[in-house]
């Protein structure tokens, strides 16, 4: 047998930074699951919302609308957003009066490359344990109850918001999926259901979402203080490369879907997703006109995949 006289191996400098990154992260994530778990029961203030957007400010409008129509002890939002001219941000000034009695924060990105350092700096600003994210797209379609879904520990699940019985289809990959196994016994709400995410396809099997799913903050932060990224797209496509430490967890939702996310346009070029017609700029000419998304006429959607374009109508805003 030959051996080698260099018992190592070469790689290439960003291979080795990949690779260190992950080191790190597997470092941070051991320390924060080996903190005792201090919290106490059903206190909203321990969790936070954060939603991403970017001139969309109807469609935002229409989620936070359905928001806080459709949770009961709903929890502090914090809206990161930018805007490519002054009229989607004369929109984003209206939408942010229009709750200005309610708690929502806006954080208006200062340059597409400052979305990393303004996402980790809000994270680390916080005081809540639990957080979760929304983009602009998204709409509840249910009601739900944010205190039924803290009672579950997210170091050990990854809740989902999106997630139901119905969903049968994958819009991303426009194929059809199956149920995974579901497991009974684990979750006592005949409400939900429950599965491991490694046991699941396409949607079932995609725990790092940032549509509607619950996480540790510290954790949160640790996954994007070790990810490349500038803007939510690639934040969520970079963060599939440390899925593989989070699939063996339980996934929990409800048998019925509390959001759906709606892709009906698109504002960034940073991947090929597929998506419907109606153009951002046609729904900002809506809200100058007076108008909103009359989406409470999607509440009750019996959607079949976690995003569906569906079709959209106006209404005279008040």
Request: overall charge neutral.
């Amino acid at each position: 047998m030959r051996l080698s006289l260099f018992p190592f191996i070469f790689l290439k400098r960003r291979s080795y930074e990949r690779l260190t990154r992950e080191k790190d992260l597997l470092t941070a994530l051991v320390r924060i699951n080996s903190t005792p778990i201090l919290r106490p029961t059903q206190d909203h203030r321990l969790v936070m919302c954060i939603i991403f957007s970017m001139d969309r400010a109807p469609q935002l409008h229409a989620l936070l609308g359905s928001y806080f129509e459709q949770v009961k002890n709903f929890v502090p939002v914090y809206v990161l957003y930018r805007t490519s001219n002054a009229q989607h941000q004369k929109a984003y000034d209206e939408v942010f009066s229009l709750f200005g009695n309610q708690p929502v924060s806006a954080i208006q990105q200062t340059s597409k490359e400052s979305f990393k350092l303004q996402l980790v700096s809000l994270l680390e600003s916080v005081e809540s344990e639990d957080v979760f994210f929304l983009t602009d797209d998204d709409l509840f379609i249910d009601t739900v109850d944010i205190f039924d879904v803290v009672k579950f520990e997210t170091r050990a699940t990854i809740f989902s918001l999106r997630m139901g019985a119905h969903l049968t289809r994958s819009y991303p990959v426009q194929k059809e999926q199956k149920l995974p196994p579901f497991m009974s016994g684990v979750v006592e709400d005949s409400d939900k259901l429950c599965w491991f995410w490694e046991n699941g396809e396409y949607d079932w099997a995609y725990p790092l979402s940032v549509n509607g799913h619950f996480f540790s903050t510290q954790e949160f932060l640790a996954l994007v203080n070790h990810a490349e990224f500038n803007s939510p797209n690639t934040l969520e496509a970079n963060l599939q490369q440390y899925a593989k430490y989070f699939q063996h967890r339980f996934g929990i939702c409800y048998k019925r879907s509390k959001i759906l996310n709606i892709p009906i346009n698109k504002v960034q070029k940073d991947n090929n997703n597929i998506h419907g017609t109606i153009h951002q700029n046609y729904l900002l000419e809506q809200w100058r006109s007076g108008m909103q998304i009359n989406y409470r006429a999607l509440y009750g959607l019996p959607n079949e995949s976690a995003h569906q374009e569906v079709a959209v109508t106006f209404l005279k805003r008040t």
